[in-house]
């Protein structure tokens, strides 16, 4: 048992911010995923993380909002899907 799960988390998530992904790491997340005690695994873009505190911020979107969109994307979270979103809200 990891020291996380002994502490009381049993859900463990990771954003990865990046300039850019060139592969869609479905098999590395996977990997993770079934091996390890990360259950969530999240690819943003850095441009994706600048407009959505845009957003966030002009929109003032819940922290759980922006969560939940968070994990309703699928891998990896480009800036047009962060507009794509919110941009009507």
């Known amino acids: 048992m990891s020291k996380a799960l ?3 988390y049993n ?3 990771f954003i990865i911010v990046s300039n850019d992904f060139r592969d869609n790491f479905d098999d590395f997340v996977n990997s993770i ?3 390890t005690d990360i259950k969530r695994f999240i690819l943003l873009t850095s441009e994706a993380l600048l407009y959505l505190l845009s957003f966030k911020t002009k929109n003032r979107l819940s922290l ?3 969560i939940e969109s968070l994990i309703s994307f699928g891998n990896p979270i480009t800036a047009k899907k962060i507009i794509d979103k919110f941009d009507d809200v």
């Open 11 to 13: 859900k463990i998530g």
């Open 33 to 35: 995923t079934w091996d």
């Open 64 to 66: 759980g909002t922006v």
């Open 6 to 8: 002994r502490i009381g």
